[in-house]
C-alpha cells in the first residue's frame, strides 16, 4: 500500500477538521449555527452519513450540540468570570452561585526551580523553589479551562497533591493553614494557541485560539504569593468587565481565579 494511502485520515475526520477550523475562525461565535449536514456534504464533496459521523462525534466532545430541530450549533457560554481586582469570588464559588456543578482534577503536582520569568512574576531569584501544579477544570463535567500555579515553596511547607485533590479552594488552604490572605492580584488577559495537551483536555484543535489570563496575587503585606496561568475554551468561557457606572458590561470573551 502507498505510503499516502497509509496516512491519509479517515473521511470523517477530515469533515471534523473542516469545521474546527470554520468554528475557530473569525465568523462563528457562541450559539451560531454551523452549515446543515446536506450543505456541508455538497461543500465538501462527501455522502450526509460521513458528515453526521463527524458532527455526531464533535457533539460528543461538547464542541457543538444539537439544538432540537433548529440545528447544529457552537455551545453557550456556561462560565463568566469578573475582571474586576476587587471581586473576590474564586471559580469554584462563581460556578456555583450560577447554578452550575463545578469541578476540579490535579493534572500535575511537583516542585521545580523558578525560571527567569516565573521568579521576576513572583520577585524571587531564578532557581528558587516552587510548587508548581496543574488542574483541570470543567463546569456540569465540560473541561473549560487549565490553570498553572507557581507558588514559593518556603510559603507553602508540606503542602502536597493531596491537599489539592480534596477539591478545598486553594485560598482558603492558604488562610487556614498558612495564614496567608489573598488581598490583591495583578491581571492580564490575551489571546493563545491551544498545545497538544490543552488541546486534548479542552477538546479543542491543537493551535486553535484560547483565552489567556494571567495572575499575580498578593499577600497582606503586598508579596506574591501566586503566580497563575489560565488557559481558558473560548466558547465556553466569557471575561466581563463592568461598564464605569451606567450600568453596561464590557465583555473580552472570562476572570479570577485559583481556588
Known amino acids: 500500500m502507498p505510503e499516502a494511502a497509509k496516512a491519509r485520515k479517515p473521511i470523517y475526520v477530515e469533515v471534523q477538521d473542516y469545521v474546527l477550523d470554520l468554528i475557530n475562525g473569525p465568523d462563528y461565535g457562541p450559539g451560531d449555527r454551523i452549515p446543515s449536514e446536506r450543505a456541508l ?134 488562610r487556614e493553614r498558612y495564614r496567608l490572605t489573598v488581598t490583591a492580584d495583578q491581571r492580564e488577559i490575551s489571546v493563545g494557541t491551544a498545545t497538544e495537551l490543552e488541546a486534548r483536555q479542552l477538546a479543542l484543535k491543537t493551535g486553535a485560539p484560547t483565552l489567556v489570563l494571567r495572575l499575580v496575587a498578593h499577600d497582606a503585606d503586598g508579596r506574591p504569593i501566586e503566580y497563575m496561568k489560565s488557559v481558558n475554551h473560548p466558547h465556553h468561557v466569557v471575561f466581563r468587565s463592568s461598564g464605569g457606572g451606567d450600568g453596561r458590561t464590557a465583555e473580552a470573551g472570562t476572570e479570577r481565579g485559583t481556588d
Open 41 to 174: 456534504a455538497d461543500t465538501l464533496g462527501f455522502n450526509r452519513m460521513t458528515v453526521r459521523k463527524a458532527i455526531d462525534r464533535l457533539v460528543e466532545r461538547n464542541v457543538l450540540e444539537r439544538n432540537g430541530t433548529s440545528g447544529t450549533r457552537v455551545p453557550l457560554v456556561q462560565v463568566t468570570r469578573p475582571i474586576e481586582v476587587r471581586s473576590t469570588l474564586g471559580i469554584t464559588r462563581l460556578i456555583r452561585n450560577a447554578g452550575g456543578n463545578p469541578g476540579t482534577r490535579l493534572l500535575h503536582f511537583a516542585e521545580e526551580p523558578a525560571s527567569p520569568s516565573v521568579a521576576q512574576r513572583l520577585c524571587v531569584a531564578p532557581g528558587t523553589a516552587l510548587v508548581m501544579f496543574r488542574r483541570l477544570r470543567s463546569v456540569n463535567d465540560e473541561p473549560f479551562c487549565i490553570e498553572t500555579s507557581w507558588l514559593p515553596a518556603e510559603r507553602v511547607p508540606s503542602l502536597v497533591a493531596e491537599d489539592l485533590i480534596a477539591g478545598q479552594s486553594l485560598y482558603d488552604l492558604l
